[in-house]
């Protein structure tokens, strides 16, 4: 058995055009989850998973591998990326490899470490569980959230809990975006990555920053350059 990592990067973005090969720091943002991916030394291929010809270029002058081109029905905004790593392994064994354990990487997840990566696989076997997933903690209670009511007016969520202590609250977390350790059978089996089998690897808020917008990128790419400044400068 081999072990792979795949990323996917589609080329119809819309949000951010041409997102998956933006310059982000000064190199198209997929360079950095695969310079991670390659030199993490947990991987025997990096690939990248795309329907674009700029993307694949892109991607194997970074050094990674692109085997095969996304079919046009997992390359829109609504593919579920379970679907698109399933598709892969299915491409892959059709040529007589077996990859087990696939890590799902993100493109546009420039913040991954290579730190991070190697604690989800060994989260994913010490709990011999089906996926391992990267999240971080909400940055306020979501317990006191608000909604706008049509009217202009806010209310709260759970007004239950307006007089708690927040250190009173449960802990809640989010999908960080940025990788998905999983056993082969479980991407195959089109079972949700969110379930009772899946083991979560925690990260701190400060190297998690989800990119949708413009200020996003901006704001992520301050966090990159401070995560990669020398701690003696």
Known sequence: MTRIAVIPA????KRIPRKNIKSFCGAPII???IEVAIDCGLFDRVI?????EAIARTAETL???VPFRRPEALADDHAPTAAV???AIECLRATGENPDPVCCIYATAPLVTA?????GLESLDANDAQFAVSVTSYAYP????LRVRPDSRVEMLEPENFFKRSQDLE????DAAQFYWGRADAWLSGRPLFELDTVPVMLPRNRVQDIDTPEDWELAERMFRDQRRPADT
Do not use: K, M
């Open 48 to 52: 990248v998973s795309t329907d674009d």
């Open 63 to 65: 050094g990674a591998e």
């Open 115 to 119: 730190s991070d990566l190697r604690a």
């Open 142 to 145: 979501v317990q006191r959230a």
């Open 31 to 33: 360079r950095w989850p």
């Open 171 to 174: 802990p809640v977390y989010h």
């Open 10 to 13: 589609r080329g119809g973005s």
């Open 85 to 87: 790593v399933a598709h």
